[in-house]
């Protein structure tokens, strides 16, 4: 099993990006799936959060400008990160809980590589 995170980059404060992340493999389910982000210095922050029935929560710094989604079909989660902040640079990370068939039927969390995010201000 594998996430592939995409769609990080440089944007000015007030800008947008929309980040993707995409699970491949012997996958029979995915669970939980979230983003958190880790910026210089600092330690990794869950930073929104989406339950395989799409009820979502956020980190309080980023409720009302970023929004959580999913496609179950494409197995990939979302995150679109609207009124960027100079404080919202940080690689972000996916992250999935999945259910995997390799002879029998198995439970893992995994990782996505990460990708940049930078916000000048």
């Known amino acids: 099993v594998q996430l592939q995170a995409s769609g990080g980059g440089l944007v000015q404060a007030g800008g947008s990006l929309r980040l993707s992340c995409a699970a491949s493999?012997?996958?029979?389910?995915?669970?939980?799936m979230a983003w958190y982000r880790q910026a210089p210095g600092k330690e990794r922050e869950p930073v929104a959060a989406?339950?395989?029935?799409?009820?979502?929560n956020y980190t309080d710094s980023v409720k009302g400008r970023f929004t959580i989604s999913r496609d179950n079909a494409k197995k990939t989660v979302y995150l679109q990160m609207n009124s960027l902040k100079p404080e919202d640079t940080a690689v972000y990370y996916c992250?999935?809980?999945?259910?995997?068939?390799?002879?029998?039927?198995?439970?893992?969390?995994?990782w996505g590589q990460g990708t940049l995010v930078t916000v000048s201000s």
């Open positions: 992250n999935a809980g999945v259910t995997y068939y390799s002879g029998d039927y198995y439970e893992n969390n995994y």
């Open positions: 493999g012997s996958i029979i389910r995915i669970n939980d």
């Open positions: 989406i339950t395989s029935g799409g009820r979502s």
